[in-house]
T-cell receptor, first 116, second 114 residues
């Protein structure tokens, strides 16, 4: 079964702690993305990666960090510097065309992070 | 920055009714994507459109790529309770650097009364 998995589904964190959210895909997609979704709002891009060992900041990267050591994996760390981390986090992946343009993005089931 | 404007923001309809929602932008798009997100889950791709004027169906769903390339429409016929969710439009901007990035609308929340 091909797809994107995110773990855990629910995560609780104390203020001041770093926490890492997992994202794995077995679709052989080149590009991976992290989004943040707040209640009643759309998706905002945190980081994205088009190739292993390379990634770029999205629109709201402050307080977050990522790594892309393997094609299949793109973990997101929410650091203590993120002022308001409670949100629903979505990981996605896509193939890239010959010209590097986007194709459809496919999403994981999401991780709901709550800071206590 | 660039934006996609979705309307209506929310809809509350009776089961069996048809639904229509749209997405507009001041910029040109060369692809339009429509996603559905159920509560607590990730968005699922419903329909992808690649050509201006294209009309594509997926069961009771029909989507159109506007001729001007600045808008798209999604229609749901004979709604049922499981159509409940948030519907997002998305697309890459024409002429933008080839990063794979998408822009998403704010979503249309659909509620269906049995």
């Amino acid at each position: 079964d091909g797809g994107i998995t995110q773990s855990p589904k629910y995560l609780f964190r104390k203020e001041g702690q770093n926490v890492t959210l997992s994202c794995e895909q077995n679709l052989n997609h080149d590009a991976m993305y992290w989004y943040r979704q707040d209640p009643g709002q759309g998706l905002r891009l945190i980081y994205y990666s088009q190739i292993v060992n390379d990634f770029q900041k999205g629109d709201i990267a402050e307080g977050y960090s990522v790594s892309r050591e393997k094609k299949e994996s793109f973990p997101l760390t929410v650091t203590s510097a993120q002022k308001n981390p409670t949100a629903f986090y979505l990981c996605a992946s896509s193939i890239l065309t010959l010209y590097g343009g986007s194709s459809e993005q496919f999403f994981g089931p999401g991780t709901r992070l709550t800071v206590l | 920055g660039q934006q996609l404007n979705q309307s209506p923001q929310s809809m509350f309809i009776q089961e069996g009714e048809d639904v229509s929602m749209n997405c507009t932008s001041s910029s040109i798009f060369n692809t339009w994507l429509w996603y559905k997100q159920e509560p607590g889950e990730g968005p699922v791709l419903l329909i992808a459109l690649y050509k201006a004027g294209e009309l594509t169906s997926n069961g009771r769903l029909t989507a159109q790529f506007g001729i001007t390339r600045k808008d798209s429409f999604l229609n749901i016929s004979a709604s049922i309770p499981s159509d409940v969710g948030i519907y997002f439009c998305a697309g890459p901007l024409h002429g933008s650097s080839n990063t794979g990035k998408l822009i998403f609308g704010q979503g249309t929340t659909l509620q269906v009364k049995p």
